[in-house]
C-alpha cells in the first residue's frame, strides 16, 4: 500500500475513533439522566402490558433480589441510548461529511432534524399501535384454554384450565425496549438511504431495482414484530413501504441537486482559471 494511503486509511480510523468516543460519552451522560427518571421510564416501559393484562393479574414480578437493580441500570441505559441516538446520528454524518461538497454538508442539520423525528415516530408507532395490540393478543393467547379435547368433555377440569401468567419483569423490559428499538430504526430507512445515496456507495436506481426483495423483507419485518394477525402486519407494512419509496425519491432528488451544483462549482472554477492565465 503506497505511504499516502496508508496515511488516509490512518487518519480514518482515528477519526472513526474519534466519533466512537464522542458517541459513547453522550451515552454516559445521558445515563445519569436515564437514572434520575427512571422509575417513569419503567412505568412506561411496563404500561402497554399491564394495560392488556387482567385485573387480578395486572402485576409483574422479580426472580432475583438483585433484579431490581440491575432492571434499573438497565432502564437508565434505555433512556441514555433513546436519548443519545440524535447525537449519534450526528456523529455519523460528521465521519461522512469530508467526502462532500460545501452545499451538500449543509444538509446536515436538516438531516439530524428529519433523523431524530423519523426515530421518534417509528418509536410512538411501536409504542402506541403494535405494543397494545400485541400484548392484548398475547394476554390473551396465553390464558386461553380452550382446544379440540377440551370442547370434547373427555379432560378433567383441572387440566383444562388456563395456565398461570406471570411476567418477569427484567424479560419484559429488554422485550419491549427492543421492539421500540426496531421500529425506531426501521422509520429511520429514509435517512440511511439518504446518506448512502449522498456519499456515492449506492445509487437510487440500485434501491429502485431492488424493490420486490424491499417489500419481501418489509412484510417478513412486520409478521416477526407484530402479532399474527394480517391487519395489523399490513398496517405496519403499510408505512415502512411508504418510507422506502420515500427514500428512494428524495436520494434522486438530492443527487440531482447535487449534480447541478457541482456542475455550477466546476464551472466557476473553471472560469477562475481562464481569468488567471490571461
Known amino acids: 500500500m503506497p505511504k499516502e494511503e496508508a496515511s488516509t486509511l490512518m487518519e480514518h480510523l482515528e477519526e472513526l475513533r474519534d466519533r466512537l468516543i464522542k458517541s459513547v460519552v453522550s451515552i454516559l451522560v445521558m445515563f445519569v439522566l436515564g437514572w434520575i427518571f ?3 421510564i419503567l412505568y412506561v416501559l411496563k404500561k402497554p402490558l399491564l394495560d392488556a393484562l387482567p385485573e387480578e393479574l395486572r402485576h409483574t414480578i422479580l426472580l432475583r433480589v438483585i433484579d431490581k437493580f440491575f432492571i434499573d441500570m438497565k432502564v437508565a441505559l434505555i433512556g441514555a441510548v433513546f436519548l443519545a441516538t440524535p447525537f449519534i446520528v450526528y456523529q455519523v454524518w460528521r465521519f ?4 462532500l461538497y460545501k452545499h451538500e454538508k449543509r444538509l446536515a442539520l436538516p438531516m439530524i432534524f428529519v433523523g431524530g423525528v423519523f426515530f421518534a415516530t417509528g ?5 402506541f399501535f403494535v405494543l397494545p395490540f400485541g400484548f392484548q393478543f398475547l394476554v390473551s393467547y396465553s390464558l386461553d ?3 379440540l379435547l377440551a370442547l370434547g368433555g373427555h379432560v378433567p377440569e383441572a387440566a383444562m384450565a388456563a395456565d398461570k401468567l406471570q411476567v418477569a419483569l427484567k424479560e419484559h423490559i429488554s422485550f419491549t425496549a427492543a421492539i421500540l428499538f426496531a421500529f425506531g430504526l426501521a422509520f429511520e430507512t429514509p435517512l440511511f438511504m439518504i446518506i448512502l ?3 456515492g456507495i449506492v445509487r437510487p436506481e440500485w434501491f429502485a431495482r431492488q424493490r420486490k426483495y424491499a417489500i419481501v423483507a418489509i412484510f417478513v419485518f412486520a409478521a416477526m414484530l407484530t402479532p399474527p394477525d ?3 402486519q399490513i398496517a405496519f407494512a403499510i408505512p ?3 418510507l422506502y419509496e420515500l427514500g428512494i425519491w428524495t436520494t434522486r432528488l438530492l443527487n440531482l441537486f447535487s449534480k447541478k451544483r457541482r456542475t455550477e462549482t466546476d464551472r466557476d472554477q473553471d472560469s477562475e482559471s481562464e481569468t488567471d492565465l490571461s
Open 230 to 232: 394480517p391487519w395489523t
Open 197 to 199: 445515496g449522498l456519499t
Open 38 to 40: 427512571r422509575r417513569d
Open 240 to 242: 415502512l413501504l411508504f
Open 123 to 127: 418509536v410512538a408507532f411501536g409504542y
Open 145 to 147: 384454554s380452550g382446544g
Open 96 to 99: 461522512v461529511a469530508p467526502g
